[in-house]
Structures are given as C-alpha cells and as structure tokens.
C-alpha cells in the first residue's frame, strides 16, 4: 500500500461529519470526539479507497482482518475513561486507528499483534504518522505480563469468554473492555477491577469483531 501522509481542508471536514454522526449515534465524551477528529483515518487506507476513509464503516485491511468501524472505536475508548497518562494494553493493534486514538487521549499504549504481516506495515506507518505506542508481535490472549500492570485493557477482537492472563494484569480500580461471545456475534462487556480477586462485570451492546486467536481464545 503506498501511503502519502497528506491531510487537506477535505479530509478535515470529513472527520467533522464524522465526528457529528458519532455525536448523533450517543458517543458523548468530548475527549473522544476531538481525538476522532484529529486522527486521518484516510493514511490506513490504500489511496484508491480513500472516498471510505470517514464512512461509518469498518474496511478489509488483509489477511482477513479489518479496520474497526468508527463507531466502535469511539464506544470503547469512551467505556475506558482514559485519563492522560494512563497505561493502556491493547490487544490486536490491527491498522493501528485504535492505537492513535487511544494516543490522542493521552494514553501511554503497549500494543500486541499477532499477525507478523500486519505488525510489520503498522510498525512503519504509525511512527511515521507521529504515534510511538510500544509495539509488540505475539499471542495478545495472554496480554504482556512482563510489563503489566496496566490502568486500562481493551481488547479489539472477539473473545469467547475473558482470559485470566489479562484479568491479572489489571490494576486494582482497572478497567478491561472486551467483546465476549461467538465468532459471530458478542456482547461488549466492561471489567473493572475491585481487589485482588474481585471483579465487576457490565454487559453491554451487541458487536461483531473478527475472532481474538491464542492460547486464551479460539
């Protein structure tokens, strides 16, 4: 994919309607809205599919994976509450769209993908973009203990149930936001952690995520 990293008056007031149909839909964090409307969606696009860059529509990106659908980026950054200088795991860096929104909100992003294609492209083009997250190329169904632990997790695939590994790497008054269900179809669901053992847990909307692969998943 050949990225030219050119953001014009076009782009811009895309992203505003952008972010106007968010605002519409209920997405009501501010903080969230003026990160989606700083990041160009249009540079993880091809160029010849930039015309679908501010659509509310998730987008193949290879290798059967996908970039999210703005909407969803919004709900789950929205659930996590970030606050500036929190440290954020995020399992599946896919595109890296979530990594840069996260980043715009002030989080300090450790980012794990386990498709090596993937891991390679995003590692070139996000820093180029301005986004230094830490990257890593591994199983994110058992998160990354060895720099754990972490204020917020999210997860951007589908989980069939939460894994244990990133439960433990959660902070006390943490909070986890993961998709669980089939490989279909699941309930977003947020965890927040109360003490060493004690977890609540809050079902949500119904999503649909490409499937989360690893030892702790499918």
């Known amino acids: 994919m050949a990225y030219k990293f050119v953001d014009n008056y076009r782009e811009r007031g ?4 952008l972010v106007a149909h968010l605002e519409g ?36 990106i290879g290798d059967g994976q996908t970039i ?31 990594t840069c929104i996260l980043m715009e909100l002030g989080a300090n992003v ?20 301005g986004y230094n997250a830490h990257f890593f190329l591994g ?13 917020k997790i999210i997860v951007t695939a589908g989980a069939p149930w939460v894994p244990e590994a990133l439960l433990k790497q959660l902070k006390i008054g943490g909070i986890l936001v993961i998709p669980v269900g089939d490989e279909n179809i699941q309930k977003m669901v947020t965890v927040i952690r109360i003490s060493e053992t ?9 999503f649909r995520f ?5 030892d702790q998943a499918w």
Do not use: C
Request: charged share 30%; net charge neutral; glycine share 8%.
């Open 14 to 17: 895309a992203r505003k309607k």
């Open 198 to 206: 004690d977890y609540d847990r809050i079902e949500l909307d119904t």
């Open 110 to 129: 450790y980012t794990i993908e386990r498709q090596e294609s993937i891991y390679r492209h995003t590692i070139r083009v996000l820093p180029g973009m």
């Open 25 to 60: 839909r209920g997405i009501s964090d501010k903080k969230v809205l003026e990160a989606i409307g700083k990041v160009p969606r249009h540079f993880f696009f091809d160029e010849t599919f930039w015309n679908q860059a501010y659509k509310d529509i998730a987008f193949p």
């Open 139 to 151: 199983d994110g169904s058992k998160g990354i203990p060895e720099h754990a632990s972490y204020d």
């Open 210 to 214: 490409v499937p989360l692969v690893g």
């Open 68 to 98: 999210s659908q703005p909407y969803t980026v919004a709900y789950q950054s929205e659930l996590l509450h970030i606050k500036k200088g929190d440290k954020v795991l995020e399992i599946g860096t896919g595109s890296g769209y979530q």
